[in-house]
């Protein structure tokens, strides 16, 4: 059975009748009438401006638990929207209500546009182990940091700090033992340790060369994916 848009779980809920231009926004978009779409929206974020923050922070809310329980939520998540309500009604929610922990949830999840970690870890502090969706997105921030600090690892280009990197190593491991998924967990495991061996493995070869780390690996029978392909090149 196919799942339902975002778009169309809008369409369908009965409450998008209390938002009339924003509910116009979404058919718009939905039929693909994308100028027409945005300049509804337009006008439903000039009328959501004029409401009293309870209002606002009602819609915010409403809308966050749709998103929650789809894959497409970046669909109506577009940058007048964030910029316009969202981001408003989360940072004031924040100040009137410091101990909610949905504020910090959906900021790091879904509109931080570029710096979630923090949000997460506040997410996690107040929420903690059933934040399982905001404890899944910290390893993967972490990693994907790690990703880039050695994606060019074997031309002998590093790039980052180690202090960067065993700081985001043990951001991983102070909370992986959290994921509750054994199958998530355990891939989360096994990429944790290959960026620490990766890291104590490059700060060992660095104690005495400069150029040719994959051939250092290779001498040492070390198990990286771009070492055995340096073996088949021999």
């Known amino acids: 059975m196919q799942m339902k848009t975002i778009l169309q779980t809008i369409i369908e809920d009965e409450r998008s009748h209390d938002y009339p231009l924003f509910r116009q926004y979404c058919v718009k978009k939905e039929q693909g009438l994308r100028k027409d779409a945005l300049k509804v929206l337009q006008l439903f974020v000039e009328e959501m401006n004029e409401n009293e923050f ?86 993967e921030t972490y990693l994907s940091a790690l990703w880039y600090s050695y994606h060019h690892i074997h ?50 070869f660095q104690q005495t060369e400069t150029r040719g780390f994959m051939k250092w690996c290779a001498e040492r029978q070390k198990p990286y994916e771009w070492v055995e392909a340096f073996y088949y090149q021999q």
Not at 157 to 168: A, G, I, N, P, V
Not at 181 to 192: F, G, L, S
Request: with cysteine.
């Open 54 to 139: 309870a209002a606002r922070r009602s819609f915010v809310a409403w809308l966050f638990e749709k998103i929650e329980r789809c894959d497409d939520g970046h669909h109506v998540l577009v940058y007048p929207l964030i910029i316009g309500v969202i981001q408003p009604v989360l940072q004031e929610w924040e100040k009137v209500d410091p101990f909610d922990v949905r504020p910090y949830r959906w900021q790091g999840l879904f509109v931080h546009l570029g710096e979630g970690l923090p949000y997460l870890l506040k997410a996690l502090e107040l929420g903690g182990s059933k934040e399982q969706r905001v404890i899944f997105q910290i390893c």
């Open 155 to 204: 031309e002998d280009l590093y790039l980052s700090t180690y202090e960067k990197d065993q700081e985001r190593i043990q951001g991983i491991e102070d909370v992986m033992m959290l994921i509750e998924d054994k199958r998530i967990r355990t891939n989360v495991e096994k990429q944790v340790a290959y960026y620490g061996q990766l890291l104590s493995d490059w700060m060992e």
